[in-house]
Nanobody, 119 residues
């Protein structure tokens, strides 16, 4: 599965952004999907995941209550709605397939999109 993330940008702390990730294949709906991020000088970390049927979601504690992951299998698209952004959310965000419950990328992931939220 080829993936392309978009929607990043510069937004002041407290603001909102919506990231999108478009998959190239109809088999997108077969996979649990996740968002991950990597801040400068830090390791890539888990942000959120959604089951293939979108009935189940999982969030890192650092974003719970502020971010919402969703998917539209008919459009082969994954979303991440980010509200109340904080400076510590500044990172390159990646979308990818994930093994449900692992909180790790597996297999395919796309080029990241940069989110910058200065203090």
């Amino acid at each position: 599965v080829q993936l392309q993330a978009s929607g990043g940008g510069l937004v002041q702390a407290g603001g909102s952004l919506r990231l999108s990730c478009v998959a190239s294949e109809r088999t997108f709906s077969d996979y649990a999907m996740g968002w991950f991020r990597q801040a400068p000088g830090k390791e890539r970390e888990f942000v959120a995941a959604i089951f293939w049927s979108d009935h189940y979601t999982d969030y890192a504690d650092s974003v719970k209550g502020r971010f919402t992951i969703s998917r539209d299998n008919a459009k082969n698209t994954l979303y991440l709605q980010m509200n109340s952004l904080k400076p510590e959310d500044t990172a390159v965000y990646y979308c990818g397939t994930t093994l449900w419950g692992s909180r790790k990328m597996s297999g395919s992931w796309g080029q990241g999109t940069l989110v910058t939220s200065p203090a």
